[in-house]
Structures are given as structure tokens and as C-alpha cells.
């Protein structure tokens, strides 16, 4: 493991009930739990590993990275598995197969104002009604060695998904795999917002997608911007079904701009 870099941070200490000194780390008691200086790791697993409900991670625009691993890695940056209500903030997380992983039964997650880059499959993984992924930025994501494919944000369960910016990602050379902005799952009440979608690479026989939804019910998308590059079998905004809804949002550069959505008006198509 690198020896971790001391910065200082942008946010106070006062309501720490801990801080994070080293990885790998278990967080098994509930409250906030802080970084307080770089945290670097070539390691596989959970590199901070949340046993309990009710644990906000803000890392106070502290970085935790785990690119000395290597494109052919399995490690998750910040996971939790069958928890509730997890709180990842201010956070820089790059390197790692999964940046955030919250996955399994629970839900009511917030996942807010991180940067993630350079992780190799998902950005994030959050999985769980009621929970919220808002102003975050998604840089650099694919090239894993395991997985052809690659997302910037995916969500399973209803979600709000506002405000964020996903840039660049890009499927695994040689796997013809698919290149998603936002993916959701069963979103069938959730709503998805004034996001930013654009730099996006399939490879070979795979596809693009600005913002993919299967299954979903009544879920409503608005006011977002997705780019693509016009390649054949490129979606921009895509429903299971036609209760799904898009209204207002600018969808430039897909083969098919909205894919069995109800289109509610407003969308600005540019091929």
C-alpha cells in the first residue's frame, strides 16, 4: 500500500464520530465516519467495507485511490452490502472495478458531490428505493481486463438521479461491450434530471446509451443533456415500457433518440 499524502481539508471535523487513517478499513459502527489525508491501495475487496446501516462516509474532498492495481483488478473503492441509509459524500475516487458499491437489499442511500475517475466498470452502484445520487461527476470510466462493459452511474430500486456529470466512458477494447451514461433498474417511480451525459465509446458489435431504463414503470426524465456520436444502435433515452416519460431534455447525436418513452414534448433532437 502507498503511504497516504496529508492535505488540508475543506471541511471541519466536528460532527466526526471517527476518521478512516487507513485501508483496508471495516466501518462497523453507525455515525460519520472522515478522511482526513489521501488514502492510496493496489488491494482487491472492499477497500472501505460498510457492515452496518446508517454510515455517512464524507471523505472531505480527500481522494481514495486504487489505480496501482491495474485494469485487471476486483476492488471496490466504497462498498456496503444489505445496508440502509449509507451517505457517501466529497469523496475523489478513482481505480478502482467499482468506484461506490451499495448494493443488495436496503436502500434510502445518498450518494452526493463526489468525483469519480478511472474506475474500470461502474462509477458507482447504488441499489435501493428511496435513495437519492445528486452533483456528482463522473470522469474516465471502463477499460477493465474482466468486463466488457462499462457505466458511469447505475442505480436498481425507485431513484432520484439529479445533476450529475458523466464524461467519458468507454467500453473494453476487444469485448465489443456497451458504453452507458445512467443505467437504471426498476425505476419505477424515480425521477431523472438536469444530468449531463457525453463521451461515450462502445466497442465493436456494442452499443451507446445516454440513459437507459429496463424495467421501469412511472419514471420521468427531464431537462437532461445526452451526446452521443450517431453510431448504429445508439439510444439516447430508453423505457421498457410507455409509462416511462421524457419531456425537455436535448438528445443529440443518437440513432434513436427516445426508445419506447412517452414522449411528453419539449425534447430537442439533433441527429
Known amino acids: 500500500m502507498?503511504?497516504?499524502?496529508?492535505?488540508?481539508?475543506?471541511?471541519?471535523?466536528?460532527?466526526?464520530?471517527?476518521?478512516?487513517?487507513?485501508?483496508?478499513?471495516?466501518?462497523?459502527?453507525?455515525?460519520?465516519?472522515?478522511?482526513?489525508?489521501?488514502?492510496?491501495?493496489?488491494?482487491?475487496?472492499?477497500?472501505?467495507?460498510?457492515?452496518?446501516?446508517?454510515?455517512?462516509?464524507?471523505?472531505?474532498?480527500?481522494?481514495?485511490?486504487?489505480?496501482?492495481?491495474?485494469?485487471g483488478i476486483l476492488s471496490f473503492g466504497i462498498s456496503a452490502k444489505n445496508q440502509s441509509n449509507i451517505t457517501i459524500r466529497h469523496c475523489q475516487i478513482r481505480g478502482?472495478?467499482?468506484g461506490i458499491d451499495l448494493e443488495g437489499t436496503g436502500g434510502g442511500h445518498v450518494v452526493e458531490d463526489n468525483r469519480l475517475d478511472g474506475n474500470t466498470v461502474y462509477g458507482m452502484l447504488v441499489t435501493g428505493d428511496g435513495s437519492v445520487v445528486r452533483r456528482n461527476r463522473v470522469f474516465s470510466?471502463?477499460?477493465?481486463?474482466?468486463?466488457?462493459d462499462a457505466v458511469?452511474?447505475?442505480?436498481?430500486?425507485?431513484?432520484?438521479?439529479?445533476?450529475?456529470?458523466?464524461?467519458?466512458?468507454t467500453a473494453t477494447s476487444g469485448g465489443n461491450g456497451n458504453a452507458t451514461g445512467i443505467d437504471t433498474s426498476s425505476n419505477n417511480n424515480g425521477r431523472i434530471y438536469r444530468n449531463g451525459v457525453r463521451g461515450l465509446a462502445k466497442d465493436g458489435t456494442g452499443a451507446i446509451f445516454g440513459i437507459f431504463n429496463a424495467p421501469n414503470d412511472h419514471l420521468t426524465m427531464h431537462?437532461?443533456?445526452?451526446?452521443?456520436?450517431?453510431?448504429?444502435?445508439s439510444v439516447g433515452l430508453s423505457c421498457s415500457n410507455t409509462?416511462?416519460?421524457?419531456?425537455?431534455?436535448?438528445i443529440s447525436g443518437f440513432a434513436t433518440a427516445i426508445h419506447f418513452c412517452?414522449?411528453?414534448?419539449?425534447?430537442?433532437?439533433v441527429p
Open 223 to 233: 431537462d437532461n443533456v445526452v451526446v452521443g456520436d450517431a453510431s448504429t444502435g
Open 141 to 148: 470510466t471502463g477499460g477493465s481486463t474482466l468486463f466488457p
Open 96 to 98: 478502482f472495478f467499482y
Open 262 to 269: 412517452t414522449d411528453n414534448g419539449g425534447n430537442d433532437i
Open 2 to 71: 502507498a503511504a497516504p499524502s496529508t492535505v488540508r481539508a475543506a471541511e471541519s471535523y466536528d460532527n466526526c464520530t471517527g476518521t478512516i487513517s487507513s485501508v483496508p478499513a471495516v466501518i462497523s459502527s453507525q455515525g460519520t465516519w472522515c478522511l482526513k489525508q489521501n488514502l492510496a491501495t493496489g488491494s482487491a475487496g472492499k477497500i472501505i467495507n460498510i457492515t452496518t446501516n446508517n454510515v455517512t462516509i464524507d471523505c472531505n474532498d480527500f481522494k481514495l485511490d486504487g489505480s496501482s492495481g491495474g485494469a
Open 243 to 250: 409509462p416511462g416519460s421524457a419531456s425537455d431534455n436535448v
Open 152 to 169: 458511469g452511474i447505475y442505480t436498481d430500486g425507485s431513484a432520484d438521479i439529479a445533476d450529475n456529470l458523466v464524461v467519458g466512458v
